[in-house]
């Protein structure tokens, strides 16, 4: 069996090429998926201001919370917002532990300087953390003092003597540090200065201590956490911490997706290679092959072609590991100091799932023509089943049943973090539902389209026989190019959706321009986002109670939370100070103004910077739009591939074609005609899914089954997958001509 396939595989090199193609852009996803996922469970984020401290003391950074189910207790934890603060007494309980010899206070906060991405304030008396030393000056000895690490100096120019506007005030640089950290601008200020600027009294950021001993006991009652190693990189650099929680969730969603999409391409792939060797599997099933021994060919033929594609595409998966590594530090959503973590894991992973994907991709694109018996297997080459079989009507009927649910399902979900997978699974579950129904809709749109195709004549009564009487070829072009609109038109949609809600809400809810504070808080270890706000300079639609009495003991809470006027909130601030507040307003519009609001004054001393904008949500739909990007430009690749196995097939086709009388331009336009037919039936087929998808998300997220679709952005999704079409389809259809005129 071994020699027969490997002939086989010798002598259908290009009915292989493509499924190589999909198996290969497969692998290469689930690759970089995987790196992303382990880097996220295992990335090394190395400390470097404390580099020199071998123990930090910090607050917890997470919410913590106790289930117990059969009898054993587990708890969970989740990350908060902002950085936790711990009591400045400590630091005098830590220094009496035996021991201890030194310890040194640390308040970290937020400084504006022009032109710097990420610039930090502390006190002078934290250098010894790393420990900073001065090349130039002296240390910060008055309050207009700033003393400036090296990197920032050089790359500001500055020099002792200068002075530079931080927005708080004019400082003068007194001094320049020998070292230059390479993640961060470091700012020194007197004590008091740094305490000032801090906006905490009596709070700390982190405690080091010299040298690393157990203060376990001193830390009895309080939230406090020792670290060292690597753990105190990630006390140092939250936003790597947080950013390490999101690639698990990016990396395990993305991978799931890459998957489902792989499946759906690979088994269309598959199915159209499968079709174009009808005649040579009609020949081998009349000679007595069995549909055993027919399964364990074509199972093995694309069990090695899998296994080939795979390496190259593992190869290729990690250098797109690093590139979305790349994209991902230039949209600030993962610090340069997160290194990708390479390791044989996502490799293994994407060779097992491909040889997996398209073994049971062969079987399932198969199944019908290894069954046929022998004596009509050669008739059965020739001629497409007149109508579907009933396991294909069965599965279309479950996939049909599975997507309605779902989209109702969706329909309920008013929280992004719940929607937004179930968007994308809901998208990918009508398309293959499309899939399984292919033939049966390529022929209803062969009715509708037939008549318009016969106005160009005898090209165009070609192009509409070709449609009616090849579904299953049209089906498996249909397939990718259907995947592509829809998956496109909901990614995009679902995000312009929601803005133009956002903002029709934050229009007609802003009375002054007054910033707010923004954040997010835990009520119990479910994640809300949060505004601080002047109760006078936003109407955010109260449907209940009056947010003129909104205090620093009360919050306003959107419809979604399903709270009433004189109900008590329990929940943990951003920095993790846990809190208990009266609700005094239930308000509707809280896709623009979050789900609970506060006093301003209190969450701005919750909170790392006040001043900061709400940034984080757009990072986020930029990293959605990159990473789903790779799934429709996989789906891209698979419109082009497709199509173009599926033309370079038809050589013996157009030679017919040209010994009955036709022209090359004719068959040419023919061919055009097609591919326009596949792309309006894509269009139709696909915008439809997106339409019901979006409108399922319009009335989960804001109430309203209005989902905002630009037409102009539709439009320029259809014309990409017009555009992919006619040139997959022409320049096979060009070289087929030449290999016809010269056989």
């Known amino acids: 069996m071994l020699t027969l396939v490997l002939a086989s595989l010798r002598a259908r090199k290009a009915a292989f090429a493509g499924a190589f193609l999909a198996l290969f852009c497969a692998a290469a996803l689930v690759t970089a998926c995987g790196t992303l996922l382990d880097t996220g469970l295992r990335g090394r984020i190395a400390p470097e201001r404390y580099a020199g401290a071998p123990l930090i003391v910090s607050g917890d950074q997470y919410v913590r919370e106790t289930e117990v189910k059969k009898g054993k207790a587990k708890e969970k934890a989740k990350p908060i917002a902002e950085r936790a603060w711990i009591p400045a007494e400590l630091a005098d309980r830590i220094g009496s532990v035996p021991g201890v010899e030194r310890v040194v206070t640390e308040v970290t906060f937020p400084v504006r300087l022009p032109g710097v991405a990420q610039a930090w304030g502390h006190g002078w008396e934290s250098a010894g953390l790393t420990p900073f030393t001065l090349r130039q000056g002296v240390a910060p000895r008055d309050a207009r003092d700033l003393v400036v690490d090296a990197r920032t100096a050089g790359l500001k120019g500055l020099s002792p003597g200068d002075e530079v506007d931080l927005g708080t005030g004019i400082y003068r640089v007194s001094g320049i540090t020998a070292q230059e950290p390479e993640y961060q601008a470091a700012l020194f200020f007197t004590t008091e200065e740094a305490g000032r600027l801090a906006g905490r009294p009596g709070m700390l950021t982190a405690i080091g201590v010299f040298p690393a001993v157990d203060v376990s006991r001193a830390l009895e009652g309080t939230t406090a956490t020792a670290h060292t190693g690597d753990a105190r990189g990630r006390v140092e650099f939250l936003g790597a911490e947080n950013a390490r929680v999101r690639l698990i969730s990016l990396g395990g969603a993305l991978g799931g997706t890459s998957l489902l999409v792989a499946v759906l391409v690979v088994v269309g792939t598959l199915a159209l290679t499968i079709q174009q060797r009808q005649r040579e599997i009609a020949v081998l099933r009349a000679v007595a092959a069995t549909p055993r021994q027919l399964r364990e060919m074509i199972g093995g033929e694309t069990l090695l072609v899998g296994l080939a594609a795979a390496l190259p595409g593992s190869a290729a998966g990690l250098l797109l590991a690093g590139w979305l590594r790349t994209r991902f530090v230039e949209l600030g959503a993962m610090p340069e100091n997160l290194a990708l973590v390479r390791s044989p894991f996502p490799v293994f992973a994407a060779l097992v799932a491909t040889a997996v994907t398209a073994w049971a991709a062969a079987r399932l694109s198969a199944r019908r023509v290894i069954r046929i018996r022998p004596v009509e297997a050669l008739g059965a080459a020739a001629l497409e089943p007149a109508r579907p079989g009933l396991p294909r009507l069965v599965a279309g009927a479950v996939l049909l049943a599975g997507s309605i649910a779902l989209t109702l399902v969706l329909s309920g979900l008013d929280t ?240 017919l074609l040209r010994l009955s009388g036709a022209t090359r331009r004719q068959v040419l336009r023919m061919s055009r005609w097609e591919a326009l037919a596949a792309t309006a039936v894509a269009a139709v087929l696909g915008s439809a899914i997106a339409l019901v998808v979006l409108t399922a998300f319009s009335r989960g997220m804001t109430g309203l089954a209005r989902p905002h679709v630009p037409p102009s952005a539709l439009l320029a999704i259809v014309l990409a997958a017009g555009v992919l079409a006619l040139v997959a389809t022409a320049l096979p259809a060009r070289a087929a001509l030449r290999t016809a005129l010269t056989s």
Request: aromatic share 4%; glycine share 8%; proline share 4%.
């Open 416 to 655: 992004e973090a719940a929607s937004s997978p179930v968007v994308v699974l809901a998208a990918l579950l009508w398309t293959m539902a499309v899939a399984v129904l292919g033939p049966m809709i390529v022929r209803i749109a062969a009715a509708v389209l037939g008549p318009l195709l016969r106005l160009d004549g005898a090209v165009g009564h070609l192009a509409a026989a070709n449609l009616r009487t090849r579904a299953s070829r049209f089906a498996s072009v249909l397939t990718p190019l259907t995947l592509m609109i829809a998956l496109s038109a909901t990614i995009l949609f679902t995000r312009t959706t929601m803005e133009k809600a956002a903002e029709d809400e934050h229009r007609a809810g802003t009375r002054t321009s007054a910033p707010a504070v923004h954040t997010s808080v835990r009520v119990g270890l479910g994640r809300y986002a949060a505004q601080g706000v002047d109760p006078r300079a936003v109407d955010p639609g109260v449907r209940s109670g009056d947010l003129a009495d909104l205090d620093e003991r009360t919050v306003a809470v959107g419809e979604r939370m399903d709270r009433e006027v004189g109900d008590i909130v329990r929940l943990t601030l951003g920095d993790g100070t846990p809190g208990e507040f009266e609700v005094i307003a239930v308000y509707t519009r809280d896709l623009a103004f979050g789900d609970l609001l506060f006093d301003r004054g209190l969450l701005a001393r919750h909170v790392d910077d006040p001043y900061g904008a709400a940034a984080p949500a757009q990072n986020n739909a930029e990293v959605n739009y990159v990473a789903m990007g790779l799934i429709i430009a996989f789906a891209a690749i698979a419109v082009v591939n497709t199509l173009a196995m599926s033309t370079a097939e038809r050589g013996r086709e157009f030679a």
